[in-house]
């Protein structure tokens, strides 16, 4: 049973390993992240919020509601156009245990290649909510979370809440 890791658990700040061969063991913790994405009502998760330092991470399209479990992601492409939205993160929550949210200034659309569960390789221009979705879990697996990308101040407010819980 995979359980959740917060903001201040160092594995949540390492580089991830490469994966180096899909695995049945692999594959049932991408379903596993699936189900506890899907309990918690969010949209990614990555490997290491979930104490595994690995590149891997799973994520939905709210839209569509397509499920990507993608190994090994790579964004190849940002594009020059920006845009704010507010993000949270089910490893960043306040007192109340739910996710806090800030905005963040990411690009509006990326090119993303990765490995498939089937070992496929893929490849998608992905813009909008997934294109944010896969840069915030792609973040995760260099060890970056969304606050690092807030200005000073509100990153010191944000992290204020989060050292309340504890």
């Known amino acids: 049973m995979l359980q959740m890791k917060l903001c201040g658990d160092l594995v949540l700040r390492q580089k991830c390993a490469p994966v180096s061969e899909i695995t049945p063991d692999l594959l049932a913790v991408l379903d ?20 595994i330092s690995s590149r891997f991470l799973v994520m939905m399209d709210p839209d569509s509601e397509v499920v990507y ?37 990411r690009p509006q659309s990326v090119i993303v290649e990765w490995t498939d569960e089937h070992g496929a390789q893929k490849k998608a221009q992905m813009s909008g909510i997934p294109a944010r979705i896969v ?27 989060v050292k309340k819980r504890k």
């Open 135 to 161: 840069q915030h879990e792609a973040d995760h697996l260099d060890g970056k979370l969304f606050v690092d990308h807030l200005p000073a101040v509100r990153r010191e407010m944000v992290m204020r809440k």
């Open 69 to 105: 479990r993608m190994i090994n992601p790579n964004i190849t492409s940002f594009s020059e156009d920006t845009c704010v939205l507010e993000e949270g993160c089910l490893s960043v929550l306040g007192n109340d245990g739910l996710p806090i949210y800030a905005n963040v200034t």
């Open 32 to 51: 596993e992240m699936v189900e506890m994405m899907r309990a918690q009502n969010g949209v990614g998760l990555a490997a290491p919020q979930v104490g």
